[in-house]
C-alpha cells in the first residue's frame, strides 16, 4: 500500500504558473512510477505527464508538452508537476497516481491514487 497526496492546487490567471506536488508515505517511494493525471468537468480523466522509477524518464501529454515539467524527489518521497504558461483549458482537477509495474500512461494502469488537487484558470 502507498499514500498519496497532493498540494498545491489553486486559482491563477492565465500565463501564471503553479508547482504542484505529490507526497507518497512508503520508503519504497523510488520504486514506483508516478503519473499526473487530470479530469475536468464533464470529461474524461486524461493523461498529463509520467516519469518512470529507474532513470526518471519522463512522457507528456501533447497539450502540455513544454509547458509542464514533472520530477521526481527520491530523498523526499515527492513527485511535482511544474505548470507554467497556464491556459484556461488547463483548468481541472489533478491527480497523482503512483504503481510498481509501468504499462502504459492511462488510468487503468495505476492502482494507486490521491485525493486531487483542484486547479483552476482564469481568462
Known amino acids: 500500500q502507498v499514500q498519496l497526496v497532493e498540494s498545491g492546487g489553486g486559482l491563477v490567471q492565465a500565463g501564471g504558473f503553479l508547482r504542484l506536488s505529490c507526497t507518497a508515505s512508503?520508503?519504497?517511494?523510488?520504486?514506483?512510477?508516478f503519473a499526473w493525471f487530470r479530469q475536468a468537468p464533464g470529461k474524461e480523466r486524461e493523461f498529463v505527464a509520467g516519469?518512470?522509477?529507474?532513470?526518471?524518464?519522463?512522457a507528456y501529454a501533447d497539450s502540455v508538452k513544454y509547458r509542464f515539467t514533472i520530477s521526481r524527489d527520491n530523498v523526499l518521497n515527492t513527485v511535482y508537476l511544474q505548470m507554467n504558461s497556464l491556459k484556461p483549458e488547463d483548468t481541472a482537477v489533478y491527480y497523482c497516481?503512483?504503481?510498481?509495474?509501468?504499462?502504459?500512461?492511462?488510468?487503468?494502469?495505476?492502482?494507486?491514487w490521491g485525493q486531487g488537487t483542484q486547479v483552476t484558470v482564469s481568462s
Open positions: 512508503r520508503s519504497t517511494f523510488s520504486s514506483f512510477h
Open positions: 497516481a503512483a504503481d510498481r509495474g509501468y504499462s502504459r500512461w492511462e488510468p487503468g494502469a495505476f492502482g494507486y
Open positions: 516519469i518512470k522509477r529507474s532513470g526518471g524518464g519522463t
